[in-house]
């Protein structure tokens, strides 16, 4: 059973910085993509970042030259530095791995059960 935890959300004021990671646990063969998506109250879940095996990462517009995202492969955890935060990227943030478990002959999609971020004007 493979499981991701997200971990370092929550309230913090425009302007500031937050640090979410999420790590991977359970029977793993591989990971291949891993990303950040989130999901405002009443708005539907956008992507926010992705990152691949090899280090290769893409931004939504809405958060390039803010956030940052890496990935620590032997620890199976990726982080998304966000600095100069702003109200509007008060969401729940989930984190989403693209992974080849143990016993399966194709990778598939899993994901986080979400971190909340809430930023104060």
């Known amino acids: 059973q493979v499981q991701l935890v997200e971990s370092g959300g929550g309230l913090v004021q425009a302007g500031g910085s937050l640090r979410l990671s999420c790590a991977a646990s359970?029977?793993?063969?591989?990971?291949?993509?891993m990303g950040w998506y989130r999901q405002a109250p009443g708005k539907q879940r956008e992507l926010v970042a992705t990152i691949t095996r090899g280090g290769t990462t893409t931004y939504a517009d809405f958060v390039k030259g803010r956030f940052t995202t890496s990935r620590d492969n032997a620890k199976r955890t990726v982080y998304l530095q966000m600095n100069s935060l702003k109200p509007e990227d008060t969401a729940v943030y989930y984190c989403q791995f693209n992974i080849w478990a143990i016993g399966f002959n194709h990778g598939m999609d899993y994901w986080g059960k979400g971190t909340s971020v809430t930023v104060s004007s």
């Open positions: 359970g029977s793993i063969f591989s990971i291949n993509a």
